[in-house]
């Protein structure tokens, strides 16, 4: 068992840096349209949310609608840090592995504070109440206006005007207009080597004892408790690494853009990332990773039939649905590629 679980984590890495390997190539030979360029970091950036959300979704079996709430405090953490630390720590690739740090750092805090409480509920509850969470980040940072002078940090809800602040001073955070002038530290390179991570941390914590427990809870909660499992730590555990792990997605998200809104980070984008993990199989961790790279790459290679390509991604969306999880189309796979499709279709079924 533990072998078959290794070879198939193996197979996931490899994936990953076959995938990476194969873009180089393309990149060294000048065969990768700018479009494309500009699509890869957001592909590392909803791999990431992808894998995290499953670890609450698909292991934990909990409705989460807040994700976006954790990659905006993750997003604003970080790039707040690089703006501030940008003329103190001048080595790029060190002060970008440390904002990443501040952002899951506090996502995880953000995430503990909100699963104690948030935790006790159950189905669409809990569904409705971390959504309520990721309006409420959303809505409160874009009230701050907060900037830096020779007197320190200036703060204000009403608007940069009644800070006080010097002539001189910097604004870090300006509303509703968020914060611009991040370094734009994000790379191809680091956002494979942050999915290698997010998929080692997640693939390891399935396999382990705590994992073992967390999908004993989500299978039966009574058996689980009566076998005296503690079932608010290990489901505020996944919770928690979840958080963390979104909020490094959000820094990778934050240095890859010259202006950072909290605005990008609604509704909409919490749905978008539930619908990678449940096109990729919920559970399936290989399965949000494709899901998320073709589904964020689709909508792009298809702006060449203009007005027609969203109704083409929805037909897709259908047609991935009913491959996933309609019961004709799992006794097909069954029958015809058993073989390729045998652990999906064990957990569709």
């Known amino acids: 068992m533990k072998d078959k679980t290794l070879k198939s984590n193996l197979i996931t890495y490899g994936m990953v840096i076959a995938a990476y390997i194969v873009v180089q190539i393309l990149l060294t030979t000048g ?21 995290s959300l499953n670890l609450v979704v698909g292991i934990s ?12 405090v993750g997003a604003f953490a970080s790039a707040f840090f690089s ?28 995430g503990v504070l909100i699963g104690i409480p948030v935790l006790r509920l159950r189905g669409d509850y809990l569904a409705i109440v971390t959504l309520a969470f990721g ?67 997640v693939l ?53 853009l010259a202006a950072l809104q909290a605005s990008k980070f609604n509704f ?18 290989r399965g949000s990773v494709i899901a998320a790279v073709i589904l964020t790459a689709l909508p792009e290679m298809l702006r060449f039939l203009s007005d027609y390509r969203m109704l083409i991604y929805a037909i897709v969306l259908i047609v991935m649905m009913l491959f996933n999880w309609a019961p004709k189309a799992l006794e097909w796979r069954e029958r015809y590629l058993g073989r390729f499709f045998k652990k999906t279709v064990k957990e569709g079924k």
């Open 31 to 51: 065969n990768l349209s700018s479009l494309f360029k500009g699509l890869l970091v957001p592909l590392c950036v909803y791999a990431v949310l992808a894998v």
């Open 61 to 72: 079996g909990e409705l989460s609608l807040g994700h976006a709430g954790f990659m905006c």
């Open 83 to 110: 703006k501030c630390m940008q003329n103190i720590i001048t080595i790029s690739g060190l002060r970008f592995f440390l904002a990443i740090l501040v952002g899951a750092a506090v996502a995880a805090v953000f």
């Open 135 to 201: 309006e409420i980040i959303k809505n409160v940072i874009n009230i701050f206006y907060i900037g830096i002078d020779s007197n320190g940090f200036h703060m204000s809800i009403t608007d940069q005007f009644s800070m006080g602040m010097e002539p001189t001073g910097t604004m870090i955070i300006t509303g509703p207009q968020g914060i611009t002038g991040t370094p734009k530290d994000s790379t191809f390179t680091a956002g494979i080597i942050l999915v290698l991570i997010t998929l080692f941390i």
């Open 204 to 256: 390891n914590l399935i396999n382990s004892r705590d994992g073992r427990a967390i999908k004993s809870i989500r299978d039966n909660r009574i058996a689980a408790e009566s076998i005296g499992i503690n079932i608010t730590k290990y489901k505020l555990m996944a919770f928690t690494v979840s958080a963390a792990l979104a909020g490094a997605a959000g820094a990778l998200y934050a240095h890859n």
């Open 268 to 285: 909409n984008t919490s749905i978008l990332v539930l619908v990678f993990v449940v096109l990729g199989g919920i559970g399936n961790i």
